[in-house]
């Protein structure tokens, strides 16, 4: 996956999240739940896509900065959040263009799984943290790659594609699976400290022809959520 593909189809991605079963029902209020009050933090949207998670957080009183890697989301996210929001065109991959102890709250939605190495970014993602802020973020869930691959090695930190149709199209992306294991030792070498680890349902307003049928308890594993700590 590179930027080019993401600017290719950044319309097409941004549609199929905005009412989404996964994204919209989903991912979004899960980390909105896990994020709580907000008023007045200043909060990093790390991969901030065409930014609707980061207007669902200034929507709740927090001073928000964002970043993409595809020019095309950040020209999304700016239309969404107006000409003077602070967005800007950065990789998770290289060291980013804030200073230091800058945000009290990181998120990164659904962004980790595209990346090979997780050292580097979540060092800078700790960098622009204050002391004991917290990084929010979500993952493809990695038994998901268990069940979908049954014969592949769990154990193996495996790179892999799926195709989606998105807003009549289709399209190719390219993740990353962790073992869970794997997970979180990333989290403990990179100086986080997990607070919580949540498998939530999907939201209680959520349109029934969404969901799917025969729903045991209400809900289904999709993706995995952590609250992590900064420890200084």
């Known amino acids: 996956m590179t930027t080019a593909d993401y600017d290719n189809f950044a ?22 739940r896990l994020a709580g009050d907000v008023s007045g933090r200043r909060i990093l949207d790390a991969g901030c896509g065409s930014g609707p998670l980061s207007a669902a957080l200034r929507d709740r009183g927090a001073l928000v900065t964002g970043f993409d890697v595809s020019a095309a989301m950040v020209e999304l ?41 997780w050292s580097g970014p979540l060092a800078e993602l700790r960098r622009v943290l ?10 493809i869930h990695p038994a998901i790659y268990a069940i979908a691959y049954p014969k592949a090695d769990y154990f193996a930190v495996t790179k892999y594609s799926e195709d989606y149709v998105m807003d009549g199209r289709t399209v190719w992306l390219t993740y990353w ?18 607070v919580t680890i949540s498998e939530p349902p999907p939201s209680p307003d959520t349109p029934a022809d969404l969901l799917p049928p025969d729903l045991p308890s209400g809900s289904f594993m999709c993706f995995l959520f952590f609250v992590l700590e900064s420890v200084r």
């Not at 204050?130 to 993952?139: A, D, F, T």
């Not at 699976?177 to 997990?194: C, E, K, N, Q, T």
């Open 130 to 139: 204050k002391p004991g802020g917290r990084l929010i973020l979500s993952i």
């Open 11 to 32: 319309d097409a991605y941004a549609a199929e999240n905005e009412n989404g079963l996964f994204n919209a029902y989903y991912e979004r209020p899960a980390m909105l």
């Open 77 to 117: 996210a700016r239309r969404r959040l107006g000409e003077d929001a602070d967005l800007h065109v950065a990789d998770l991959g290289a060291p980013l263009p804030f200073p230091d102890a800058e945000f009290d709250d990181v998120v990164a939605s659904l962004v980790l799984h595209y990346l090979e190495d």
């Open 177 to 194: 699976h962790r073992p869970l294991h794997a997970v979180a030792d990333a989290f403990a070498a990179s100086g986080f400290r997990i």
